[in-house]
């Protein structure tokens, strides 16, 4: 009898791992997109400071993204418990926030001309670069707050319908995945230029030793371009994911865009591509229009309170 209730014990645990197994594959899918605009603003976050400081300020980041999904996870189990209505508007608040750094980097030399140069200055030591780089981390995990919560809120919905313990434990898991596949290829990406020294370095005379030098002499003269990139593909995916929730919370954006990718669809052989690429480009359109506003709206509070201030 006893034996019969173990085997039952443990069916019913290999069910539940099941489930859970399968349900953070599909969160996992779901969030994959977050995944790469969260790789490509967090490594473009991180860029810029000194070589041997670059892992450091990873670890740095890492640590306060574990830190925010440690208060994303029970957060929005609370939520969605009981005051479900309150998560698309804590979303597009998000949303609109990161709209609003893109579009603030792109007008930051009109808005701060003083501060054009104030990374370069930092490299040069004319700033304190301890200083620079609390900053970084501030931004970077200020960042990934909203990202976390937006791959936090695609899992919750994903396991909406499960018993809590199912949606704690892929909430979790899906937590720690993000967590460690996002800054495992950051730490990869800003030390790229390091590892293309080692292969150049170590490489001899032989057939192999010489292969090995062309792909570091290959990988040293491409990172600085990867590099430079990342702070454009950062600021796009600023745009595109901030533009995405703000649609995703509009039922008018939303269908609009529904409709435009229909629409291009129907266009005789580019259609499957154009219609994957639209609503990527429609949601950053939209971000940056968001982004712009609210850029406009800060700005003319700010005069008005030094106005006031006189």
């Known amino acids: 009898m006893a034996g019969s209730s173990l085997f039952a014990l443990i069916d019913d645990i290999a069910s539940i ?12 899918k779901k969030t994959a997109g977050v995944l790469g605009d969260d790789l490509a603003l967090n490594a473009q976050q991180v860029a810029g400071v000194k070589a041997d400081r670059e892992l450091p300020v990873v670890w740095a980041v890492a640590l306060g993204s574990l830190k925010n999904k440690a208060i994303l996870v029970p957060a929005a189990l609370a939520i969605s418990a009981f005051i479900p209505w309150a998560v698309t508007p804590l979303l597009m608040l998000g949303g609109a926030f990161l ?9 930051h030399k009109y808005l701060h001309p003083g501060d054009e140069h104030h990374d370069a200055a930092a490299v040069a030591d004319d700033v304190d670069p301890v200083a620079l780089e609390k900053e970084k981390i501030r931004g ?13 809120a695609i899992t919750l919905g994903t396991v909406a319908g499960a018993s809590l ?3 704690i434990t892929v909430l979790v898991g899906i937590a720690l995945i993000m967590t460690v596949g996002v800054y495992g290829l950051v730490a990869g990406i800003v030390k790229l230029d390091d590892g293309g020294l080692y292969l150049l370095r170590t490489a001899g005379s032989s057939g192999f030793g010489q292969l090995k030098a062309r792909l570091g002499r290959a990988i040293l003269a491409a990172a600085p371009a990867m590099m430079r990139s990342l702070s454009v593909i950062g600021t796009v995916a600023m745009f595109m994911v901030g533009g995405g929730i ?13 409709s435009a990718t229909a629409v291009v669809a129907a266009v005789p052989l580019l259609g ?9 480009v429609l949601n950053a359109l939209f971000g940056v229009v968001a982004g712009g506003v609210v850029v406009l709206a800060v700005e003319a509070v700010k005069r ?3 106005a006031f201030k006189r």
Do not use: N, Y
């Open 17 to 28: 791992l099941d489930d859970v197994s399968a349900m953070t594959k599909v969160a996992a």
């Open 99 to 107: 709209c609003f750094e893109g579009a603030e980097k792109l007008a």
């Open 140 to 152: 970077a995990v200020r960042t990934d707050f909203i990202l976390s919560a937006e791959i936090i």
């Open 165 to 167: 313990q199912q949606q």
């Open 246 to 258: 703000l649609t995703h919370g509009l039922p008018f954006a939303h269908h609009g865009i529904e």
């Open 272 to 280: 499957t591509v154009l219609a994957a690429i639209t609503p990527a």
């Open 304 to 306: 008005l309170l030094g």
